[in-house]
């Protein structure tokens, strides 16, 4: 037994969260950030005011840190993260002797593959494929029961693969990357575009300012019925199993597993992704088409497998195995 | 020590060489078949009679099959191969008692990849990703040194990833498979489009008959300074650099190799491919863009590579892990 | 008064009638040809007998020739058709001596374009687009009255317009050309892909050899309420809609006018087209969409138009203004 | 002889110039609006100061408007224009009574094309197809030595063809349409996207704010040799050869122009566009692919083409004919 401290660090705010050996979330605390400008001390001392409130003063065995940023091959610095101050400095050390525990780190869209395949949708299973659906889209590919982190620890930049030679501009510098067609940008595109055009509720709920409308405006619209934004659901759906497809013919996993704020939209952007997942795998007519299922873990999901992946270090190693 | 013999069962032919150890091919003999009517009998009496010989008469401690098919979880039996006349029969069984040895069978592009990880281009690497140019695109996935087969055994059909929406049609009923724009296929009929109309040394090779030209042909006319057949191999390779930038930001291998009859053109055909995966790739400004290498073991790659999965096989698990 | 009779000169059949001046057709006889290998003298002999034929043997004041090809300034000379013997000779001037006539002639897409706007779907219309969807698409344009030939003959070749870059491989050399997605072949081929794994009575009706499906099956079997023909409806009418909204951008014409032998379908394939060109012209809200209608004059549009050309060029000007 | 005086009202200036019969532009003025938010009255105090000047105190004989937006039928009223405030009422009457002169009122572009065939690049040619590349793409027809309106005086509107499916989104609400890839507009998205990975000069024209890169400095920066610069001029050259191609197919003009203030560049424009025109032009091997010359009124164009069209109008009928 021990007391686990999951943390997801993202470029707005602090996570955390304290992790029972089950992989229950005994209780969180959310600390905001204030945004791309912050220093790395304050992210630091928000992060150990953070796990030392959750863990309710108590000496802590360990925490995991779920990071959006690419983590370098020794688990101790963040080397690259657009939104996090971190540009390699020895992360897990500082904040190790900061803390006085144990201090893991890894790559959140890791974590979260991590947890849904160890206490999520993905129990028992030996492979899995976890998209989330956020801004843009994240993942990870879980083989063998294990998080495959690739190389350079770089697998699961699955928003960028390329789906529309040509296609829409997207900030990474090149065009048709898949998040420009599924994600939350998207739905909100989807639905900007229509704003002038064709009647929606949407106009209301942005005041008439195309440039207020947001992802979640489209989810409660799409609930109440409106046309315009279960559009834009049906759309970022099809998408999403278009790309799927492309996956389960590199990848063939056991299962496909989507989470994300974009995610808590269900069947209605799960039945399209079925569909044209279906449609757009080769063979489907001699195989399984894998399972699509909605994540299980909803945003907790990141700072519950930092904990796990702090839990399975305790023999020095990592990885649960 | 022991006598290992690997077999290559295609749709029109057997290829089978006896391999020492070290993965080195000692000799091999090569059977045609008659292609895609013949029975199950047929190919099965090619195969024993083809090991008999490249053994010289002698005992084999085991087999490997590389097959052009879809070989079920177990290992013994191949459940889908449009072009061998196998469906589901326990091959592994028949030729076992056949050849009085141990027996093992996987698929074609699986032994390559495993190959090509012990012996081959990518030996010493932890992960690689194997892509076979032939009529179509065929390949494999390394991960922590073993071939990743997928949940139903049917990872690496790369081929039929989309690439272009509403794209070319594709045998397998899509449209837009990568394999429509990079592969021997593509070599062709990129050159065919331009015989009326670019002055080419093609028109001569085929006789003024588009339906005779042939991938070698393309080959040959590039190596001579052929204009179009140049060009067809600057599209089939900017279009292979496009599919792996997918690929790699994915699953981030530590090392690319190209095999296949196509990939005989060496750079003519990887140079182009590397320019367009690093244009393609995303933030390949901020990681390593993993080597991109020609196949080391040639069209033996298969057999090979069955025949190291035999010796793997020694203690009973089918792979050398 | 006058004896006006048009022939319409395809590759394989040759369709001559005698049209009133108020371009009713009175009669019509149509005659076989070999197809591609037949020589002029053939070619020129059947037309002369069915001529002479329909004509009833009386004298006739005018004969007007549609012919599939491009026709030069003078109106004198086929110059290049690819199913069609000619290649440049003073046809007009031939046939005008054997026929004891007045002899004019025309592309028979523009000859259906000044039927259809003469007396047909069209009338009364200062200006309109008529795409003719066979094997491939045609068409014409008529503007202020009149059908617009081009500077040098060659307007109206919609067809290898391209809608998908990188898209469908033509027999142009080209890819992406719109006939591969809305025409008669587009149809068929939607429907082949389909044979082996959507449950369809074309799969009988081809007697299970994907190469003997042809349109009229998958207009039959649309007919009869069968999904995967009316899915090939819906897709070559949305693809129809697609270009038709980029041809409505450029003229801003009064009319749309579908014609060809895929037109027989009606509003199977017009209600999908009419959609998409809605969602796709740019400004449809600020302007009216054009109406898009079937051809009235079905198969012999072409031959009535030749003879209506014939009438015109009465007083020496080739064209009614 | 007469004193006509040609005014181009675009969003942001007033453009008036004295032309004389021969279409030379004897003198002009040059007034900045306040932008969109200014009211008609503004606008037509502008016209009239700015005719009053130019005509130096003198009596006017006709006044020839173009304006950048859409105008009724009857040339008197502006029915939809986004960048300026008339929204249909009688602008010909109101400034007629004003400036005590006739005036005609026209679209910008239509202005421009009748210039160019007037008096410009296309002197003598019977038919021509203008395209402008500014912010967007704009253009027009000429046939049979007349600009082709339209049946709603909305023909022209090249710029929203769609020349990618599920392309770049338009501010238009659709995707690919062809100004997102080649236009000003297109030039500066394509050398922002290099910004902060290839080296150019552009940083430090921008100062290192993508957001302050404009046309100008892209045209400046490929003249110095810069080679992101002259990529951007190679992109979109190239979709405006392809672009091209599809109108040249429908419409088989004599000659094609084109104007703008990309098209400054010439030839580095230019020289991509012929060569991308020659191969997506189908059938470009049997016909003249047409010229494709640079305007040659420069920026003036709209307003002497109103002129003209002012000129013309005398005897009553808005076109010369």
Chains 1, 2, 3, 4 share one sequence.
């Not at 688990?75 to 657009?82: D, Q």
């Amino acid at each position: 037994m021990g007391r686990w401290v999951g943390v997801d660090v993202g470029g707005t705010k602090v996570l955390a969260g304290l992790v029972a050996d089950t992989g229950e979330l005994l209780r969180s605390v959310r600390r905001s950030t204030p945004g791309r400008l912050v220093s790395a001390e304050v992210v630091e001392d928000t992060i150990v005011s953070a796990v030392t409130e959750v863990a309710g003063g108590e000496p802590v065995t360990a925490v995991g840190l779920a990071a959006a940023g690419f983590v370098d091959g020794s688990g101790g610095r963040v080397v690259f993260a657009p939104h996090l101050p971190w540009r390699g400095e020895d992360v897990r050390s500082r904040l190790s002797t900061r803390l006085d525990a144990r201090v893991v780190l890894d790559n959140d869209a890791t974590c979260a593959a991590h947890a849904e395949a160890t206490y999520g949708a993905g129990r028992g299973m030996s492979s899995l494929l976890l998209v989330t659906l956020g801004t843009g889209i994240g993942g990870g590919l879980v083989l063998d029961g294990r998080v495959w982190r690739g190389d350079q620890g770089m697998a699961g930049e699955f928003g960028h693969m390329q789906v529309v030679p040509d296609g829409a501009p997207c900030e990474c510098g090149r065009r048709g990357c898949w998040e420009q067609y599924s994600s939350g940008s998207a739905l909100v595109r989807y639905a900007r575009a229509r704003l002038g055009t064709d009647p929606t509720v949407l106009t209301e709920l942005c005041e008439g300012d195309p440039e207020r409308l947001t992802g979640p405006m489209v989810t409660a619209a799409a609930e109440d019925g409106d046309l315009v934004a279960r559009g834009a659901f049906t759309s970022v759906g099809r998408w999403l199993g278009v790309g799927l497809a492309n996956l389960v013919a590199a990848f063939d996993p056991a299962l496909i597993v989507v989470g994300g704020g974009v995610s808590v939209a269900g069947d209605r952007l799960l039945e399209p992704a079925r569909e044209a997942l279906g449609r757009s795998l080769v063979g489907a007519e001699h195989r399984e088409v894998p399972p699509l299922v909605p994540a299980a873990l909803g945003p907790e999901a990141g700072l519950i497998g930092a904990a796990a992946l702090a839990m399975a270090a305790r023999g020095g190693s990592v990885d649960p195995g």
